[in-house]
């Protein structure tokens, strides 16, 4: 049992936070939500903080707070609805949306600027190649790429930033947001790192305890401390990158999220700099990739106790995440926001409810709270989707529905009632 905190620990293992949570995938939508908030940049950037930073680092606390495993937090509910749950954000950030994200934006940041004409199914088709080969071989050469990527993008970022900081390239936009605030917490759903949090938090809690730290106030307590340090390094990235966004006035009409990021680096830093962050990211993104394939593939191995081996599940998990990068960054993000506003506000109590666990009263609670917040984000996101118009009368009458988060009131109103109606039962 250690009894103080390694200054040496919480940094090492803050950089393994900020490492897991700015996935190469993420550069893409801080430049773009600065170009849309335009002049309210802080309210825009608050806005996609808390969704984009400070919701995974909680969800990383949740699970270190049960142990390691996040499965733990959704049987209160019930097994079979943590067993889906778990699978669907699997999926999500998976061979559904993240992974094929990865090949998309290599694809758009990386070769299309250079090579206009080539072919995108010969490029991402090889991608997956590549990346199916390093998941199933034992080569040491992802970790290698690993250790020395990480620093040269974060150096290219950092140069990017404040270059273009001291000298912009443009004029400050208009907000183009109806409510700035609302829609930036809405696109920190993007980033999917909250998701990625709950999954993959059960890493660090093994990473925490295999030095020394086994009580759970000092895995909590590092965990604290060490995410102190992730906050500040996501802060100054995705800060830095809406600045950027946020001075595009010059460039008129729409544009693409992975088009503005590449029009940034060659205004900023020129031709060898965008050849310098296009390399930088497309190995980001090969690497995370082959990170999610693989914890894909051990998962419905594991899910299946065999019955799918682990090879057949990476190749499977390749051809899929093929077909859907296929249609693009955009259209990705595009079908990928429906799925998020349904998973995200679940995961959301969750979280919330881990909190506050001492004091439920019984699991019903649990169920009431979580089943209350999925069926009103279902008919929420139905709504929307198929434009029924009855159903988005009736979410329009909900407190914040306005906002994009009708689930909010109802699921306190619910928790509150049910708690004090467990308790009551619980004093009988």
């Given at each position: 049992m250690k009894k103080d905190t390694s200054i040496k620990d919480m940094i090492i293992i803050g950089f393994a936070l900020f490492a897991m949570f700015f996935g190469s995938g993420n550069l893409i939508f801080p430049p773009y939500l600065g170009r849309m908030v335009g002049d309210q940049y802080w309210i825009g950037l608050i806005g996609f903080m808390i969704m984009g930073v400070?919701?995974?680092?909680?969800?990383?606390?949740?699970?270190?707070k049960v142990g390691g495993d996040f499965r733990v937090v959704g049987n209160h509910v019930s097994s079979l609805f943590s067993t889906i749950?778990?699978?669907?954000?699997?999926?999500?950030?998976?061979?559904?949306?993240?992974?094929?994200?990865?090949?998309?934006?290599?694809?758009?940041?990386?070769?299309?600027?250079?090579?206009?004409?080539i072919n995108p199914v010969a490029i991402i088709s090889i991608y997956f190649l590549i990346n199916t080969f390093l998941v199933i071989s034992p080569i040491s050469i992802v970790d290698l790429i690993g250790k020395f990527l990480t620093p040269i993008l974060l150096v290219t970022l950092v140069t990017l930033i404040v270059k273009g900081s001291i000298s912009p390239v443009g004029t400050v936009?208009?907000?183009?947001?109806?409510?700035?605030?609302?829609?930036?917490?809405?696109?920190?759903?993007?980033?999917?790192?909250?998701?990625?949090?709950?999954?993959?938090?059960?890493?660090?809690?093994?990473?925490?305890?295999?030095?020394?730290?086994?009580?759970?106030?000092?895995?909590?307590?590092?965990?604290?401390?060490?995410?102190?340090?992730?906050?500040i390094g996501l802060g100054i990235i995705y800060g830095g990158l809406m600045y950027l966004g946020m001075y595009t006035g010059h460039m008129n009409g729409t544009?693409?999220?992975?088009?503005?990021?590449?029009?940034?680096?060659?205004?900023?830093?020129?031709k060898t700099g965008s050849v310098f962050l296009a390399i930088s990211v497309s190995l980001a993104c090969l690497t995370t990739s082959i990170g999610l394939t693989a914890t894909g593939a051990e998962y419905f191995s594991d899910l299946t106790k065999g019955k799918l081996p682990y090879w057949l599940?990476?190749?499977?998990?390749?051809?899929?995440?093929?077909?859907?990068?296929?249609?693009?960054?955009d259209r990705i993000v595009g079908i990928t926001l429906p799925v998020l506003k349904i998973l995200y506000p679940v995961i959301i109590v969750l979280i919330g409810l881990t909190f506050v666990d001492q004091w439920i009263a019984s699991d019903r609670v649990y169920q009431i709270a979580v089943y209350?917040?999925?069926?009103?984000?279902?008919?929420?996101?139905?709504?929307?989707?198929?434009?029924i118009i009855p159903l988005q009368k009736v979410i329009r009458l909900i407190p914040l529905s306005s906002m994009g988060f009708p689930w909010v009131v109802p699921v306190l109103v619910v928790f509150i009632v049910y708690q004090l109606v467990s308790s009551k039962k619980i004093m009988k």
């Open positions: 400070g919701l995974p680092l909680l969800g990383v606390m949740a699970t270190a749950l778990i699978t669907s954000l699997m999926l999500t950030i998976g061979p559904f949306f993240a992974i094929p994200r990865t090949a998309a934006t290599t694809y758009e940041i990386g070769i299309k600027p250079f090579f206009e004409n936009t208009e907000t183009t947001l109806d409510n700035v605030f609302a829609d930036s917490l809405i696109e920190g759903y993007q980033t999917m790192d909250a998701l990625a949090a709950v999954c993959f938090g059960g890493m660090i809690v093994h990473t925490i305890k295999s030095k020394g730290y086994n009580q759970p106030k000092e895995i909590i307590t590092l965990t604290l401390k060490s995410s102190l340090v992730a906050i544009i693409e999220k992975t088009a503005l990021v590449v029009s940034l680096a060659h205004q900023i830093l020129g599940g990476t190749i499977l998990i390749s051809i899929v995440s093929m077909g859907i990068a296929l249609m693009g960054v209350t917040t999925l069926a009103i984000s279902l008919f929420d996101v139905m709504g929307q989707t198929l434009g």
